[in-house]
């Protein structure tokens, strides 16, 4: 087994981080391990490509991510062989949910074939977030393949906002579509995400809720957040969750609801007649990175230990170099050991203006 975490990341936007070698040891085995803030690894984000046919002002902005950008090459991406063996190797650390994203997931070459992989190993729950732009031709194949459940962005149902949100124009309906394909395929219960940006869409907020109440769906409404360093964040045009809300509640009447499960991201509300339930993500006005049990594999390898961060560890190197299951286990057990992020319980104009990497590429 290899003694060493050697090739600490220069993922792209990135700098390299001190070698962390000498933590390596009994990592490697089996079992929970805690960070030092005593959070546990539970979530495992997995981008399988940092390229979107969508690009929404908030994430892929036309300005940054145009003709001339450059993506990654396909020699550059994790085979579906090493996302594998990667997962594998996280589950034994106590992954116990992986997501499959991007960039848009559905763009990946055969991504059904990665689902059976992983739907293959004991004891995870999969699931997959899509801008559901593809999902009416792929529901049924992936649920096939082994895949449960699904998350899919929509940020209106007004087609010009949604047009302008997603700046290629792609129409409300297709995404409509999609959404019933998955429901008619079993991928339920379906997740809605809806980003809520100031100025934009606050007006979709009610029209939202009610079309999607009594379907079974949970929407989720989620607050803009300074991921990456292109999407040019204010404060501002944050509508906070607690806005959402009084909103909704003021046409929909609404009551809290437990959590599923300890550290669980979104706040749940339900509809006071019944009707189904709701959910809000305040990842700015209440920042919950002490529960935080998530970790990010980007399309290339990299391991981000936060949605925020500016720096990851180059697991593809390791396993490029043959590297034993042993020393992969070592290695992501010593990179969990010392983390200590908690972006969004220290964020400032300063630290929103880091060159964070984008979260096309570390996986939303
Ligand atoms: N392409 C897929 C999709 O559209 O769902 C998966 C990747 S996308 C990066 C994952 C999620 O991140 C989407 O729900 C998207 O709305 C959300 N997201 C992207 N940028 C965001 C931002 N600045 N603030 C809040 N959520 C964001």
Known sequence: MTDRVIAIAEGRHTKPLPDVGSLVGSLGAPGTISDTLGRQIRDLRISVTDRCNFRCTYCMPKEAFGPDYEFLARS??????????????????????????????????????????????PGIDLTLTTNGSLLAKKAAVLRAAGLKRITVSLDSLDDRVFRAMNDVDFPVSKVLEGIDAAASAGLGPIKINMVVKRGVNEDSIVPMARHFRGSGHIVRFIEFMDVGATNG?????????????????????????????????????RYRDGSGEIGVIS???????RECTRVRLSTDGVLYTCLFATQGYDLRALLRASASDDALAAAIGAIWSVRADRYSEIRTAETAALRKVEMSYIGG
């Open 283 to 289: 990842s700015v006005t209440q920042a919950f990175c």
């Open 76 to 121: 550059q991406l994790l085979s579906f062989e090493e996302i594998t063996r990667l997962a594998r190797a996280f589950r034994n650390h106590g992954v116990a949910k992986i997501r499959l994203t991007g960039g848009e997931p559905l763009l990946r070459k055969d991504l059904e074939r990665l689902v059976a992989m992983l739907a293959e190993i």
């Open 233 to 269: 964040w204010r404060m501002d045009a944050v509508v906070p969750s607690a806005e959402v809300i009084r909103t909704i509640d003021a046409v929909l009447p609404l009551a809290p609801l437990d959590p599923n499960y300890r550290g669980e991201v979104a706040e749940r509300w």
